[in-house]
């Protein structure tokens, strides 16, 4: 899994490990007090794809879905 921390939601992690697992890489934000990280996609720059991981998401589940949605849609996979 690498040096970034484990997401306290299995749900998130779960989504987080498969974006991984398609060339996505975690990003630490700093000391934000809502966002857990961001990921970002293989493109890698200013003109790729990427999304906040929320720490404590309303709806973990749909939290997840949505952020192996927006994997799917990336245009800029590997």
């Known amino acids: 899994m ?3 921390p ?3 939601s299995k749900e998130i992690e ?3 490990a498969h974006l991984e697992s398609i060339g996505w890489t975690w990003k630490e934000t700093g000391k934000s007090a809502h ?6 996609c293989p493109q890698n720059d200013s003109s790729g794809c990427q999304v906040s991981v929320w ?4 709806n973990p589940q749909n939290h997840a ?4 949605g927006l994997g799917k849609r990336c245009a800029h996979d590997k």
């Open 2 to 4: 690498g040096s970034r």
């Open 6 to 8: 484990r997401h306290p």
């Open 14 to 16: 779960e989504a987080v």
């Open 35 to 40: 966002a857990w990280g961001r990921m970002l």
């Open 55 to 58: 720490s404590t998401p309303r």
């Open 65 to 68: 879905k949505h952020l192996i």
